[in-house]
């Protein structure tokens, strides 16, 4: 689904680039697109490893994977840029 939606907008900011020429558009939309490459190199394999049911990693492994927050922050503010980016370039 997330990758659905960043496509979605990611198209729609090159469409808005394409018609108003605002170098913003595009500039969020490569924001919004950049979500799906993070999540797929820095957080898929995280998951990969956890719900692998055939996996005998450890309990202290496993709580030491669980610790992604920080790779989350990273796509939760990548997106949060091309949400305020988007939000600027409409109201003005």
Do not use: C
Request: glycine share 6%; charged share 10%.
């Amino acid at each position: 689904m997330q990758i659905t939606l960043a496509s979605i907008g990611f198209l729609s900011g090159m469409f808005l680039w394409y018609l108003s020429s605002n170098i913003l558009w595009l500039i969020g939309g490569i924001f919004l697109i950049s979500v799906i490459p993070i999540t797929l190199i820095m957080i898929k394999p995280i998951n990969d490893v956890l719900l692998d049911t055939s996996n005998k990693i450890g309990l202290e492994k496993s709580q030491q994977l669980l610790k992604w927050g920080a790779k989350h922050w990273i796509r939760t503010v990548v997106s949060m840029v091309a949400f305020l980016l988007y939000l600027y370039v409409a109201l003005v």
